[in-house]
């Protein structure tokens, strides 16, 4: 079974992190990033089913230059190769843009059994790319698997809810994204980071993958971010003496802040 | 010269996430216990830390390492000592004690026994040279071992073992008298004791300062039988074979207590710029902010003296230098580096003011575990007695 997983490079939720000034985007020139911890699972239930069957694992990530670093670090945990597109018409691309993208990426490595995602990034968090990548390349689209089971060609995921567990099954090929309670992730092991050096790693622009530059990037957006305010920083609590209506008062505060 | 390549920074910020985030979030936990984490040690083997000086027929790296294995190890101890001194001396006891003496001197057989299951983290080894009454002295072992028939017959006790009580030990090797050599002196041998051996006994773990994540046990031999085959190397030789051993032993000690300045200078930086007194972060007071740059000179003096060690012990394991040189390297960077360690703690518990002595914080745990560093592998004395005897000095 040949895997490809979609993996992004955020930046570090660690570090000081902030907007580009000039056009409102996330800053990814001046903060250290790493690879996105939530597709770290995509790539290790990959890791996985190969590992139990046979096949490949393909990692492929849209980013700026130091985006090769998730590459490389999913291709040290075990993953065979690695596809990364760069291309700086891309920069700024919504949800639909980076969608196409990893679209036509995907078909130009030559599709695939499965393809997985995170169930978000750690940076913009909108969980709609593997929805849009699914549609686009007109496949069964699972979200949100806690636990996944490849049988022939049918994928079989649970996605856990509030109130039921869901059993859920698709043909292959198929899209999942995965969730942060479907494994735990493994380390690279020293021998991983050095076989990782010799790993092939595709660096394609957006004229090989054929698509115009007018179709991606900021000015292809469907939305705009008009202003951005860096959250207040928190504000010291209040204490509020119990003198014998203490609970009512805890309940007001719970309701004014809508928690209940 | 100055730096590590990429390959071994690389190496270092992968045990670096690990140590952060398997180990740092229970040490406090796992200290107070005195607990000894199992099932920790597998997977430090799934990354690799046991197997770096191993050639790869027995599970190991070696051959990954362009020639830089030992440097490796070294990063690998520095940076789990950062985290936790215990976590770090079981990785180098493992290796140093555990590991190395089977692989230098073991058969074949012994090899293909107990190297794959030790390199996977699936068990643990210890060596056994120091006794009751036999320290720095470690040439007055009373501990026998008789052959009669095709056995061994084991008799005495052993004082002080690191890795040699724990769930997964799966042998410990010892050094004995095996009889008396023609210019009357005592010859001494390796044997190797499997655990659960009959008449090997484990004593219960001793009540220690510091190190009470590790595993540390006196051991008794009465009438414990091994087979004649359980020789570990050369009959006579087990003496010189386990000194050999110690020139890599304290370039490891060395690296685990370089881990340990280079945490006192990060906790006493942050620290002193976040305590406020009369109004101000500590740190603007010079006796206090000379302190903290004195723990990064200690810090860079430890990192050029650990790690100009590792190189050279890489360089001779290429053919490239002595063993003289690579053991006197190696006591002067275990000494100085062992004794910065304590002056560290002192200073960094010093920065702390109360809190530096309360076990919330991880200064208080690093100061108790820092002064075994000083004793372990050769106290500081018998470093200087090294030391001197390299240059030709009568010691
Ligand atoms: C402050 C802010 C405002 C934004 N506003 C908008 C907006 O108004 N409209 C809009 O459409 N977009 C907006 N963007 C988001 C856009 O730039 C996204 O970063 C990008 O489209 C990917 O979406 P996501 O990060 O939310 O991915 P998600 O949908 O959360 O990602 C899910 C999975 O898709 C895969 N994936 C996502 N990106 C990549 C990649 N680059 N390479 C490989 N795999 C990937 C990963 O497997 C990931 O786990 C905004 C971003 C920020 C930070
Ligand atoms: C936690 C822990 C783990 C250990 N793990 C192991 C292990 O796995 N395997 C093992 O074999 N051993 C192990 N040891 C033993 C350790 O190596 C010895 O404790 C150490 O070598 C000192 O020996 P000693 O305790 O007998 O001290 P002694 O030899 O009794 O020394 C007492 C003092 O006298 C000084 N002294 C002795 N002779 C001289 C001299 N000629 N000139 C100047 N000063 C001198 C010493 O420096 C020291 O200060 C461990 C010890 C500890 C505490």
Request: proline letters at 4%.
């Amino acid at each position: 079974m040949n895997i490809v997983v979609c993996v992004k490079y955020v930046p570090d939720a660690q570090s000081e992190r902030g907007f580009d000034a000039s056009d409102n985007t996330t800053d990814r020139e001046n903060v250290d990033g790493l690879l996105s911890e939530l597709d770290e699972y995509a790539v290790e239930e990959a890791l996985k089913l190969v590992e139990a069957g046979e096949g490949e694992v393909t990692v492929l990530t849209i980013g700026p230059e130091q985006a090769a670093d998730a590459v490389k670090k999913a291709l040290q945990m075990g993953a065979d190769k690695g596809v990364h597109v760069s291309d700086a018409a891309i920069s700024g691309s919504d949800a639909p843009a980076t969608s196409l993208v990893l679209a036509e990426a995907i078909r130009k490595i030559g599709g695939a059994d499965l393809v997985l995602t995170g169930m978000a990034s750690t940076d913009g968090s909108m969980s709609v790319v593997p929805a849009m990548l699914a549609e686009r390349l007109g496949l069964p689209q699972v979200t949100f698997a806690s636990e996944l089971t490849v049988d022939g060609d049918t994928v079989t995921i649970r996605r856990d809810g509030d109130a039921a567990s869901e059993t859920i099954t698709a043909s292959l090929p198929a899209l999942v994204s995965v969730t942060d309670q479907i494994n735990e992730p493994r380390y690279p092991s020293f021998k991983g980071i050095m076989a990782a050096k010799k790993k092939p790693v595709e660096r394609w622009s957006l004229a090989d993958l054929g698509i115009d530059s007018s179709q991606v990037g900021l000015g292809a957006a469907w939305t705009k971010v008009e202003d951005v305010t860096k959250r207040p920083p928190r504000q010291q609590g209040t204490i509020v003496p119990d003198e014998g209506d203490g609970g009512a008062r805890l309940a007001e505060f719970l309701a004014s802040q809508k928690f209940i | 010269m100055f730096q590590l390549g990429p390959d071994h920074e690389e190496f270092r910020s992968l045990v670096r996430d690990f140590a952060v985030g398997e180990v740092e979030p229970h040490v406090h936990e796992w200290d107070r216990a005195h607990h000894f984490p199992t099932d920790l040690i597998p997977k430090m083997g799934e990354l690799g830390l046991f197997g770096l000086v191993v050639p790869e027929e027995f599970g190991g790296s070696l051959e990954d390492s362009d020639g830089g294995a030992f440097t490796n190890l070294c990063i690998a101890i520095e940076e789990l000592g950062r985290v936790d001194q215990s976590i770090g001396i079981t990785l180098s006891a493992g290796v140093g004690l555990g590991i190395n003496p089977i692989l230098t001197y073991g058969t074949d057989e012994q090899k293909q026994t107990y190297l794959p299951d030790l390199v996977a983290g699936r068990t643990l080894a210890g060596f056994g040279l120091t006794e009751p009454d036999a320290g720095s002295d470690a040439g007055a072992t009373r501990t026998k071992a008789e052959l009669v028939g095709d056995e061994w017959v084991v008799n005495g006790a052993k004082a002080f073992i690191t890795n040699s009580g724990t769930d997964i030990t799966s042998v410990v090797a010892v050094t004995a008298r095996t009889g008396t050599t023609s210019d009357g002196k005592a010859e001494i041998s390796a044997i190797m004791v499997p655990s659960g051996t009959p008449g090997f006994e484990v004593a219960p773990a001793y009540d220690k300062l510091g190190w009470n994540i590790s595993d540390t046990h006196g051991l008794a031999f009465s009438d414990c039988r091994v087979p004649a085959e359980n020789l570990l190397g050369e009959r006579g030789h087990g003496f010189k074979q386990f000194l050999k051993t110690l020139d890599d032993g304290r370039i490891a000690i060395s690296a685990l207590a370089l881990g340990l300045i280079t945490r006192m200078r990060e906790e006493a930086a942050a620290y002193s710029q976040s305590r406020l007194a009369f109004g101000k972060p500590i740190a603007v007071n010079q006796g206090v902010s000379f302190q903290v740059a004195d723990l990064a000179v200690m810090e860079e003096t430890a990192r050029l003296l650990t790690y100009k060690a590792a190189w050279l012990k890489d360089e001779q394991e290429a053919g490239r230098t002595s063993v003289a040189k690579v053991k006197q390297a190696a006591s002067i960077a275990k000494l100085y580096t062992s004794e910065a360690a304590v002056s560290a703690t002192r200073i960094a518990t010093q920065i702390f003011g109360g809190n530096g002595f309360m076990e919330e914080y991880p200064v208080a745990r690093f100061y108790r575990d820092a002064k075994i560093l000083e004793i372990g592998e050769g106290t500081s004395e018998v470093q200087r007695m090294v030391i001197a005897r390299g240059l030709g000095l009568p010691a």
